[in-house]
């Protein structure tokens, strides 16, 4: 479970910082977005994502019986 865990946490990576993804520098080197706003956002966006993963997927795995 920890190893399943691990490896989706490692997708948050993509839009936490601004030089995270593919073509994260792009938007970021346009002025697109500030990074100050790039990190915050990211940071909400993160803790979202842990919470659906949390929360969703741990009623999921009691569903399926992983868990």
Request: net charge positive.
């Amino acid at each position: 479970m920890l190893a399943i865990f691990l490896g989706a946490a490692a997708t948050l990576m993509g839009g936490l910082t601004h030089y995270g993804h593919g073509p994260a520098p792009n938007f970021f080197g346009s002025t697109y977005v500030e990074m100050k706003d790039w990190w915050k956002h990211g940071f909400f966006i993160s803790v979202l994502f842990l919470l659906i993963w949390f929360v969703a997927g741990g009623l999921w795995w009691k569903v399926i019986g992983l868990w």
